[in-house]
């Protein structure tokens, strides 16, 4: 019964990392695509620059006097296309960040609730067993809330660990996905 325990808590540690560096890698990732997503454009839209770029061609092509209110007219059409453009762009913003907000929010509540569970699963149990003289000055730190002490050992508890998983996934996911 106790190997069986001990092979449970000796995988509890990286079981734990994995699931921290899932959570943050898809976290971040959405938030990656959020930003990218922002700039890509609809048929729709590229066709409206097309056509303002050619009223605005066929504007600058009337220099003459006479020939001032059609460019006028032209130029005025350019305006209102460009205020339809603005629209769609904006309109085409908030549903993409209405969608990419839902699913973000969706993710903090998945997380919380891991972590939660993660915390009740082994509170007052070491989550990993490091030797004293590896981890000389943070011992104390991290065998916070472990229940269990050695004298040659550092029991490590799952909330100092936790900790450590998501500073250490933060840092990774930043550099991989940067």
Known sequence: MEETLDHHKSFAAPLIFIAVISIQFISTWLELSKKIRRGLRSAEDVKLRAEIKQLL????????????AQAAKLRRMAAAKEKELLKNQESYNKEKKLYYDSYLKAL??????IYFVLVCWYWRSPVATISKQLMQPFGKVLSWRSGVSSDDHVMVGVIPWLVLSIRVSKFICRRVLN
Do not use: D, G
């Open 57 to 68: 061609r066929e504007a600058s092509t009337f220099s003459q006097p006479s020939t001032f």
């Open 108 to 113: 903090f509540y998945l997380k919380v609730f």
